[in-house]
């Protein structure tokens, strides 16, 4: 059963959806999306072996949106630090980031690596976004403002998944885009833009790392989350086939099974 708990943090409060047993592994959602995402990996056995958390990132979701014109990837680490330790135990975490979500879980390797106790970078990079994504990402704030989410959601559909992906996923996918407040749209889309490159995180990652990436991801490809787990000292790559950009949306059982090689039961050392 999904339990939903309300996590304060420094200037606001979380929403945070928790099902199984043993330790904390936080789950966090890409953009502009939400817990919903994660819902199979919720209902999926590694609930036997890990306390999973998926996390509502302020403004998404069920976490209101605090204020913030920016969420700078700094702003979402230091929430997910608030979580980790107020729900951890032993005040670590196996942190699972979804693009955005990785983004925000290497700004926090970053700065506090002690509460991470493994890392899996999902259809994530390291790198800040180039001149022309920057632009691409200012003229998407734009048009949200003029023509509303609807725009946004059949913008970014077929970037998000694979074409063959079947109309259930799709349909959650467009329902989380099309409730998302556009205050937090602009906000994402400016903390994005304003994120430093973090390559040098990962060859400084002392924890165990899984990258996981989609066999069709268009926004994050494949040969990028290969230089990308090359990157860090002993990780491992698993490529989900038949996936796009969402690989936990699409094929969740192919994902859960990669998670399950990488996460060991609670208690096997
Ligand atoms: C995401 O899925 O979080 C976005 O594609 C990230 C991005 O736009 O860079």
Redesign the pocket.
């Known amino acids: 059963m999904i339990t939903t708990r309300s996590v304060p943090v420094h200037d606001t409060t979380l929403q945070v959806h928790l099902c199984g047993t043993g330790p904390l592994a936080v789950l966090v959602?890409?953009?502009?999306?939400d817990h919903r995402m994660w819902l199979d990996v919720l209902h999926s056995d590694l609930q036997q072996r890990r306390t999973l958390c998926a996390v509502d990132l302020r403004g998404h979701g069920g976490s209101p949106w605090a204020g913030d014109a920016t969420h700078g990837m700094d702003l979402f680490a230091e929430d997910l630090a608030a979580v980790i330790r107020t729900l951890a135990d032993d005040g670590r975490a196996d942190v699972v980031g979804?693009?955005?979500?990785?983004?925000a879980a290497l700004a926090l390797a970053g700065r506090a690596p002690a509460l991470l106790r493994s890392l899996v970078l999902v259809?994530?990079?390291a790198a800040a976004?180039s001149e022309a994504?920057k632009e691409g990402?200012r003229t998407a704030m734009q048009h949200v403002v003029q023509h509303g989410r609807r725009w946004l959601a059949e913008q970014?559909l077929p970037?998000?998944v694979a074409a063959d992906c079947p109309p259930l996923p799709r349909a959650r996918l467009l329902t989380m885009i099309e409730g998302m407040p556009v205050e937090t749209i602009l906000a994402?889309?400016a903390g994005?833009i304003a994120r430093p490159d973090r390559t040098s995180v990962l060859q400084e990652l002392r924890c165990p790392a899984l990258v996981v990436v989609g066999e069709h991801d268009l926004?994050?490809p494949v040969a990028e989350a290969k230089q990308l787990a090359d990157a860090i000292p002993g990780a491992r790559l698993g490529v989900v086939p038949g996936a796009g950009?969402?690989t936990p949306l699409e094929r969740p059982q192919e994902f859960v099974a990669l998670l399950r090689d990488f996460l060991p039961p609670a208690g096997s050392g």
């Not at 979804?98 to 983004?103: A, D, K, P, V």
Request: charged share 20%.
């Open positions: 959602h890409g953009y502009p999306l979804l693009s955005m979500g990785g983004y259809d994530t990079r976004d994504g990402r970014m970037k998000l994402d889309l994005m926004l994050t950009h969402l």
